[in-house]
């Protein structure tokens, strides 16, 4: 049961090693300097990145560790919350308390405890969720949740922080890969064809609708297959699975007792100059306009929620169609990294269309929160 | 010419009263109140509605009347700012000159009298266009003029405004109409066929098209042609026709010196439990993301302008294809104006969507800025 007030369970020199650290100022990253760093994973460029990392990773995680003790309406104290800040605690003194970088047996020492750190703050989304709830089933209903603003802003900070912390960390870890596949520069393509990643995003989805539903709409994909640009896979799969798992959802949930033809959901990549985009447009029925901004908020959800007080956040990674309801809200994190967007607009009667922009440029600074 | 001060040429207890009326709190007034309102056209409550207007009509057009004299970057001063601050006030002082309404015959005169200046104010919009024209042309060009954030809310305030009062005095004089057409109320149509409207809005826009570049691209309308519901089809008809010329203009540019087919314009209306959406949607090649935001203001078109200084700007009416910049944000105040919305997602490369939103309540109150 983690302790209240993190002075229960933490040194004061380390408390105050945090505040200190937390005042400091964040270095950005760019795709377009990770991609050209990477691409050549020398000794001493592994070096240079150990001993940056060294240097930033503790910057950025003690910033969010003192968020998590000052947040509003006693979210502070809720058992998940003060769990995840001890990770964030316990995650500081591992790098605060690393010596200083050197030389290569160092470096590797080094890349092992940040990997372990990555994988100790798996859960953390899960977590946060049921934290939120927790505060949720002690608060009045009366009041809107969706007008908790500073909560969804903290999260929204919170959250891409962690998308970039785990960029970082992974990018560094998998530069040490001996044997990277052709084009690619640690978690970045730097020919990835969106209309290859949105086949792969869709097919996960639709395999998901038909476990729950015994079927799934058709999802027909226009575009060039040989189009590509540098971006990160996973980020993009995540993002196309997201909406098209919301639009299938949406679809399938209309024309479910219906002797219609379900209509098919249609994804089209275009490329410009700026941005490359990719627009899903289903016949869901859509959403009515008053109710579009509830959904990207993280307190939000039109679905069962398959967490509760007594749910194990070890290794569960089951997907459903519906969950917590983070999908849309962190989806746009995704987006935004690095320097796209996520919009969603609805013809409510008919369906709803979204529009994610990713940057071509490659030069957008992380947004640093 | 109208001299610079309106002191010069207006009376000192006239500039006192305009700034006394300005000052009054402005009462708004709903479709739904409108509609039910006007079914009864009787001459009883044509006199109360004679008297509303006699109270109101100064108090929205002192307020303009004193924002047209301190606008900034000295666009008060310019010559066709001038002209228009002075049709202002000359329909201030008729409005207060007029006498008391105490019967059917006062309220008769008094409805010719705000039917004169509602013509009068006939060519504002084109005339605040030549002003903001010749602040452009004697400002620094390195000035981005995108950036003149304080005269773009000001101009969507005034012809917000200007929407309002020509709403409420069309509206009281239609209702005079001894002979209106059925289902209609004033302005208002209670059975309007939103596929209908847009069928007859494309035809008009194909016709300038053709016009101008000797084709147009086709129009295709998806949507229940019997359904309808009450709003004001004039407002309706300049936003679509706005749209679809904007779109027609864009695939005839990408697609007149090519051999490939071109592809139609996609009208879909939705009619939800909230509103009605009509999207128009083009495959004209899109426009990238950072120019997005210019497109709702005031200073900015893709196209020559067609107005200058030595236009004359008496009954003209000659539509072109692209004018002088003002389709979109104008039509956006009017989709607003009863508690609707317009919004424009583009996916550069490729086209652009555009979503007009409805608000079938009929509830919302007229924004009164």
């Not at 909406?243 to 219906?258: D, G, H, I, P, T």
């Not at 941005?275 to 306009?289: A, F, L, P, Q």
Request: hydrophobic share 40%.
């Amino acid at each position: 049961m983690a302790a209240k007030k993190a002075c229960e369970s933490f040194s004061k020199s380390l408390i105050e090693d945090v505040h200190k650290w937390g005042c400091m100022k964040q270095t950005g990253v760019s795709l377009r300097y990770m991609m050209e760093f990477g691409s050549k994973p020398t000794d001493r460029n592994l070096l240079i990145s150990g001993q940056f990392l060294h240097k930033e990773l503790p910057i950025r995680i003690a910033r969010r560790a003192i968020e998590l003790d000052t947040l509003p309406y006693g979210l502070s104290e809720k058992p998940a919350i003060l769990k995840v800040r001890d990770w964030y605690l316990d995650s500081f003194r591992d790098l605060r308390s690393f010596p200083e970088i050197k030389d290569i047996n160092d470096e590797k020492e080094f890349t092992q405890m940040i990997k372990a750190i990555k994988v100790r703050h798996n859960n953390v989304v899960p977590a946060m969720a049921l934290g939120v709830q927790q505060l949720k089933k002690g608060m009045d209903p009366k009041i809107v949740y969706e007008d908790l603003d500073e909560i969804h802003q903290f999260l929204d900070r919170f959250y891409l922080s962690r998308i970039r912390i785990r960029m970082l960390i992974g990018q560094h870890v998998e530069l040490h890969k001996p044997n990277p596949a052709p084009h690619v520069v640690g978690y970045i393509h730097t020919k990835m064809s969106p209309v290859e990643v949105a086949k792969n995003a869709s097919e996960a989805a639709r395999a998901i609708c038909l476990r729950e539903y015994g079927s799934a709409p058709d999802i027909n994909i226009y575009g060039d297959p040989r189009f590509t640009f540098p971006y990160v896979p996973t980020h993009l799969q995540l993002m196309v699975f997201e909406l098209v798992k919301n639009s299938l959802r949406a679809v399938q949930e209309l024309f479910m007792y219906s002797d219609k033809v379900a209509p098919p959901v249609r994804i089209i990549v275009a490329e410009g100059i700026e941005d490359v985009t990719i627009k899903i447009s289903d016949e869901g029925g859509g959403i009515k306009r008053s109710g579009l901004p509830k959904i990207f908020t993280y307190l939000y959800s039109t679905a069962k929620n398959p967490l509760d007080e007594y749910t194990d956040l070890g290794t569960d990674d089951r997907i459903t169609m519906a969950g917590y309801g983070y999908g849309i809200p962190i989806s746009r994190l995704y987006a935004k990294y690095f320097g796209g967007d996520l919009q969603v607009i609805s013809m409510e009667g008919y369906g709803t269309d979204a529009y994610l922009h990713l940057s071509r440029l490659g030069d957008s600074q992380e947004p640093l929160p």
